[in-house]
């Protein structure tokens, strides 16, 4: 099963977007989560993670205090809310799922990409 992003789009600077990822009820029970994202010509940076039950977080530096990942039990889908963006938030976003919140903020450690969406943040 692979992931499915949404809600990316186009904002200006200091605007809001939220971001979901769609799988299955089976992998979002039984997976940490997280989010990265990647600009042109750059390697995959961590964005988030959150772990299985939702009690612990972690954040990349560049978007601690902006962003806030967070797990919809019921529509099983993980979301991710981006306020204050910056046009170096800029990037094709992706989600992706591991065994725990160590091993799920590595993007190396992991496979099964989706798509991406993408956000493009204008100045």
Not at 39 to 61: H, M, Q
Not at 78 to 93: C, F, G, I, R, W
Not at 94 to 108: E, K, L, Q, R
Request: charged share 20%; net charge positive; glycine share 10%.
């Amino acid at each position: 099963v692979q992931p499915v992003e949404s809600g990316g789009g186009l904002v200006q600077a200091g605007g809001t977007l939220r971001l979901s990822c769609a799988t299955s009820e089976r992998t979002f029970s039984s997976w940490a989560m997280a989010w990265f994202r990647q600009a042109p010509g750059k390697e995959r940076e961590f964005v988030a993670a959150i772990n299985r039950s939702g009690s612990r977080l972690i954040y990349g530096d560049s978007v601690k205090g902006r962003f806030t990942i967070s797990r919809d039990t019921i529509k099983h889908t993980l979301n991710l809310q981006m306020n204050s963006l910056k046009p170096e938030d800029t990037a094709v976003y992706y989600c992706n799922w591991g065994p725990d919140i160590a091993t799920v903020s590595n993007y190396y450690l992991l496979d099964n990409w989706g798509k991406g969406t993408l956000v493009t943040v204008s100045s």
